[in-house]
């Protein structure tokens, strides 16, 4: 059974850092492509970043470009989403998501197979 634990979330003031964990299980993830996504209240879902679980490539939502990065650790089935400088706005409920037939840069949520319960970050301003 594929399980995607997300942690790390919390409560940091504006300019802070965070880094957000996804423990992967379950099955081997060679070839898929991990997504970060976000919901903020009363908004819809959306796309943060995503690497390939082979190659680490990654491509980053406009928004959070130059501030967030996305990386892997093989070993221990594990991706992780570093944020810098944070900011009001991205206060929401971080999700990771694992998706096969998709690429780095697919970003309709629709399209990632896997899903994890998410944890929430909340930017003071």
């Known amino acids: 059974q594929v399980q995607l634990v997300e942690s790390g979330g919390g409560l940091v003031e504006a300019g802070g850092s965070l880094r957000l964990s996804c423990a992967a299980s379950?099955?081997?993830?060679?070839?898929?492509?991990m997504g970060w996504f976000r919901q903020a209240p009363g908004k819809e879902r959306e796309f943060v970043a995503s690497i390939t679980w082979s190659g680490g490539s990654t491509y980053y939502a406009d928004s959070v470009k130059g501030r967030f990065t996305a990386s892997r650790d093989n070993a221990k089935n594990t991706v992780y989403l570093q944020m810098n400088s944070l900011k009001y706005e991205d206060t929401a409920v971080y999700f990771c998501?694992?998706?096969?037939?998709?690429?780095?840069?697919?970003?309709?949520?629709?399209?990632?197979?896997?899903w994890g319960e998410g944890t929430q970050v909340t930017v003071s301003s």
């Open positions: 998501a694992a998706g096969i037939e998709v690429t780095r840069y697919t970003t309709a949520p629709m399209r990632y197979r896997y």
């Open positions: 379950g099955r081997t993830f060679s070839g898929y492509v």
